[in-house]
């Protein structure tokens, strides 16, 4: 299997793309994911974050889902999950694992392939939106990582989404560099026509800074 270099991420920039070429690919980020399982990494925390901040039952968007890691184990703590995604490759696999679960009769996620900047589903459909480590698979990720001027152009992309997509009530979280720019956010928030209002800002050590977005009435953003 062949692991990503900066050589190789230069001359083919999308993921997708890159995937593609060679589908071994796909499995070497699920080996690594399973490797960091079996040293004893936490791997459930994100889902456990997400869970805390919704209500039983809620319809969410995992959007970028590689293989399903988080949409599976969401989708096992009772919620209705719908995990989106460019690779078929990464999607293939999710399926796999999600099939294997209905198999023993568990519940498992929903899998389509789609476009994270514009998802092609419907709006105002989703309870919360969840998407981490995305910005560097996108179709036109140097974009993405350098962000503009101030480096929140895809930040702004992803709220933007979230306005359109998340249902009355719902919340999202939105991590961001420092408490600067979630005023930015905030700032943007303010002048989008949805509902969609920044209702906490969450500062942890590290400079991680969590925003949460509701519409009618949050969103979070985190500052580390």
């Not at 869970?51 to 970028?64: E, H, K």
């Not at 709006?123 to 969840?130: H, I, K, N, P, R």
């Not at 249902?167 to 991590?175: F, I």
Request: charge should be negative; glycine fraction near 10%; proline fraction near 5%.
């Amino acid at each position: 299997m062949t692991e990503p270099t900066r050589e190789s991420r230069r001359e083919n920039p999308s993921w997708a793309e890159w995937v593609s070429e060679d589908p071994t690919r796909s499995q070497w980020y699920v080996d690594r994911i399973r490797a960091m399982a079996a040293r004893g990494d936490d791997l459930g925390g994100e889902a456990r974050l997400v869970n805390a901040l919704v209500t039983p039952g809620s319809r969410i968007l995992d959007a970028g889902c590689g293989p399903g890691r988080v949409a599976a184990a969401l989708s096992a703590l009772g919620h209705d999950v719908v995990g989106l995604d460019a690779s078929e490759g990464m999607l293939a696999i999710a399926e796999r694992h999600a099939q294997a679960a209905r198999a023993e009769g568990q519940s498992a996620p929903t899998f389509v392939v789609g476009d994270a900047v514009a998802p092609d589903v419907p709006d105002e459909s989703f309870d919360a939106v969840t998407s981490r480590y995305l910005a560097w698979t996108l179709r036109d990720p140097v974009a993405a990582i350098d962000g503009g001027a101030d480096g929140l152009d895809l930040a702004r992309t992803c709220v933007e989404v979230i306005d359109r997509h998340l249902a009355a009530g719902g919340s999202a979280l939105l991590q961001l560099g420092d408490a600067d720019q979630a005023e930015r956010i905030a700032e943007h928030v303010r002048a989008l026509p949805g509902g969609l209002s920044l209702t906490e800002t969450r500062q942890y050590d590290g400079g991680v800074v969590v925003t949460t977005l509701t519409e009618h009435p949050n969103v979070i953003a985190w500052v580390n």
